[in-house]
């Protein structure tokens, strides 16, 4: 990644770190984009779900979900195995608002958790689920549930994104998150910080006060050439980890956003190239990367607790910090500035960016936290894009109720819930 990130630059990167600080000309960048929050104003949470699942995208659903449906019944027929009494003889086409009812009882399974898909339906004097029989019978959940589809076989590229409804606030995040997922599947990734730890890997980009999921690539794997994604980098810019920073961040260039990340994006080179694209960065940094300064790259894990080593080279800054563990970050406007904070009583010195850092680090695993109650795709189901499908489900539900209580605040308070919270 780092010499990926060096080619950004256009020329090979010299970086000539100092420890004084009157030359940085790190300065944060004015936040100039468009004011925070949804573009719309919304009277219910109803108003804010159906602009993200348009009348259109339910008619396309259905109308592919029919057209696999038709084609699947008639390859069974064509080989001789359909059975007399399969539930297959059942199957009539669907249309968007059916579609929208199995949207809606998606939506219960996830509230209420159960052993098995037939106790929603099971007749219980105590245990049933009142009108879930009006709402969907059974075998049709079962043959909807089997035939539901997005696009059509025969052309597999599709597109989703939840980006032309909502201006973000200056504090974005890049993160991974895991969709679980248990089967056989080439590109299932393992992460042990995450809840799920095991499953479908998706790079994200998210607002880092509300966890706005904004925009997100789908990883399929390391030598995969059609990727299933929302973000199209160009082959050009370097590194697949280089790539998926630029893709999530297109169009959102010279807004002034500052970018937080981990160290396994962070660089010196691709923080100098994000400040020319007109962001900010920070975040924590690997002190084996290419350019990390050799003072603060040698500086012994065993030193004394609150040393502070800093560098900054033009717009880039580097700083050490020993608490607990030796922690490095990486910047584009902090300087060596420290403030005086408490923890378990005692006064703590600590640097202002590490403080920065981790007001606004949380953007995906805030949305994962909040999710993870309401765990949609842990239902039954095979298919990996039926798992995503329900992860987007699921996601749009959590984007929806953003776009309302910020809609409804603005209105109300003239600012956001959000501004309001400590």
């Known amino acids: 990644m780092d010499t990926e990130a060096d080619r950004l630059l256009g020329v090979s990167p010299s970086f000539v770190w100092e420890k004084d600080f009157e030359s940085f000309r790190g300065v944060p960048k004015v936040f100039s984009g468009p004011t925070s929050g949804p573009l719309k104003d919304y009277?219910?949470?109803?108003?804010?779900?159906?602009?993200?699942?348009?009348?259109?995208?339910?008619?396309?659903?259905?109308?592919?979900?029919?057209?696999?449906?038709?084609?699947?019944?008639?390859?069974?027929?064509?080989?001789?195995?359909?059975?007399?009494?399969?539930r297959l003889h059942q199957w009539h086409d669907t249309n968007a608002d059916e579609i929208a009812v199995l949207l809606a009882v998606f939506m219960y399974m996830g509230i209420d958790n159960r052993s098995s898909q037939y106790?929603?339906?099971?007749?219980?004097?105590?245990?049933?689920?009142?009108?879930?029989?009006?709402?969907?019978?059974?075998?049709?959940?079962?043959?909807?549930?089997?035939?539901?589809?997005?696009?059509?076989?025969?052309?597999?590229?599709?597109?989703?994104?939840?980006?032309?409804?909502?201006?973000?606030?200056?504090?974005?995040?890049?993160?991974?998150?895991?969709?679980?997922?248990k089967g056989r599947l080439s590109f299932v990734q393992t992460i042990r910080s995450k809840v799920a730890r095991f499953g479908i890997k998706s790079y994200e980009l998210c607002e880092s006060k509300t966890g706005y999921l904004y925009k997100f690539s789908i990883y399929t794997g390391k030598n995969s050439d059609n990727s299933f994604t929302v973000v199209a980098p160009n082959d050009d810019l370097g590194g697949k980890t280089t790539q998926v920073v630029l893709g999530l961040l297109k169009d959102l260039e010279r807004r002034g956003h500052c970018v937080t990340m981990d160290n396994f994006y962070n660089c010196p080179s691709l923080a100098r190239y994000l400040k020319s694209l007109g962001f900010d960065c920070m975040g924590t940094l690997r002190l084996n990367r290419k350019q990390v300064p050799r003072d603060v790259n040698r500086i012994p894990k065993n030193v004394e607790k609150g040393t502070i080593m800093a560098r900054q080279c033009g717009d880039v800054f580097v700083i050490a910090w020993k608490d607990a563990k030796l922690v490095t970050m990486i910047s584009t406007y902090h300087t060596d500035e420290t403030y005086i904070g408490s923890k378990a009583g005692k006064v703590l010195v600590e640097p202002v960016c590490v403080k920065d850092y981790n007001n606004t680090m949380g953007g995906v695993d805030?949305?994962?936290?909040?999710?993870?109650?309401?765990?949609?795709?842990?239902?039954?189901?095979?298919?990996?894009?039926?798992?995503?499908?329900?992860?987007?489900l699921n996601v749009s539900i959590h984007n929806a109720f953003i776009m309302y209580t910020s809609s409804l605040s603005r209105r109300t308070l003239g600012t956001s819930v959000w501004e309001l919270c400590p």
């Open 43 to 86: 009277d219910n949470p109803y108003d804010a779900f159906t602009d993200i699942w348009t009348n259109d995208i339910m008619e396309l659903i259905a109308q592919e979900t029919n057209r696999y449906a038709n084609q699947t019944i008639e390859s069974i027929k064509a080989n001789g195995t359909l059975k007399p009494l399969s």
């Open 119 to 181: 106790e929603y339906w099971k007749a219980n004097d105590y245990l049933e689920m009142p009108r879930f029989k009006e709402f969907l019978p059974y075998n049709r959940f079962l043959l909807l549930n089997r035939f539901l589809h997005f696009v059509d076989n025969s052309d597999v590229h599709s597109d989703f994104a939840s980006s032309s409804l909502y201006n973000l606030r200056r504090e974005i995040y890049i993160d991974e998150s895991l969709t679980l997922f």
């Open 366 to 392: 805030l949305k994962d936290q909040k999710l993870s109650m309401y765990l949609l795709e842990r239902k039954r189901g095979v298919k990996w894009y039926i798992k995503m499908f329900k992860r987007l």
